[in-house]
Structure formats: structure tokens, C-alpha cells
């Protein structure tokens, strides 16, 4: 059975910084593209970031540019989202999935909370 587990998150202060983890079991995801996405109460769950199996090719979305590093240890099967210079709209709860998603990948998410 395959289970993303996402780690990490938390309550940081405007400007602060958080390291996500995504734990992958079941299987291995190192040949597959893999995304951190995020949703915020009332809206719609987005992309934030994606790295390709080999990390060649990296995506942001423009509102984490130059803020977020996405990262991956195929060895590990892990992922990870370094987040820094926090603002409070990037509050949301974080999921990782393989990018494009896959329904039944979806796991509980990390809350993550910034205050203004």
C-alpha cells in the first residue's frame, strides 16, 4: 500500500522558516516526478513546487519564487520543501504526490501557520 507521509510543519512567525519532509512507502517513487502542493481554508489545492525524478527540471509556482527549495533523496524516498522568508498567505496545509497527482496518493498533510 502506497502512503505519503508529510512532516514538518508547524506555527512560525512572519519571515521564519520551516523544512518539510514527505516520507514515501510502498514503493518507489524515485522515477517519478514528485510535487508539493498546498491548500488554504476556502480555496482550491495548488502546486507549489516540482522536481522530476533526476532533479534536471525544478517548477515553482511565482508565489513561492526565490522563497521555497523543493529537493529530493531518491535513496531515501523522501522529499523535501525548504520554506523561508515566510509570509502569513502561505498558510495552508502542505501535501506531497507524485505531480500530476494521483487520487489515492494523497496523504494527511502538515499544517503550516504563519503569523503576521
Known amino acids: 500500500q502506497v502512503q505519503l507521509v508529510e512532516s514538518g510543519g508547524g506555527l512560525v512567525q512572519a519571515g521564519g522558516s520551516l523544512r518539510l519532509s514527505c516520507a514515501a512507502s510502498?514503493?518507489?517513487?524515485?522515477?517519478?516526478?514528485m510535487g508539493w502542493f498546498r491548500q488554504a481554508p476556502g480555496k482550491e489545492r495548488e502546486l507549489v513546487a516540482r522536481v522530476t525524478w533526476s532533479a534536471s527540471s525544478i517548477y515553482y509556482a511565482d508565489s513561492v519564487k526565490g522563497r521555497f527549495t523543493i529537493s529530493r533523496d531518491n535513496a531515501k524516498n523522501t522529499v523535501y520543501l525548504q520554506m523561508n522568508s515566510l509570509r502569513p498567505e502561505d498558510t495552508a496545509v502542505y501535501y506531497c504526490?507524485?505531480?500530476?497527482?494521483?487520487?489515492?496518493?494523497w496523504g494527511r498533510g502538515t499544517q503550516v501557520t504563519v503569523s503576521s
Open positions: 504526490n507524485t505531480s500530476p497527482p494521483r487520487e489515492g496518493y
Open positions: 510502498g514503493r518507489t517513487f524515485s522515477s517519478y516526478a
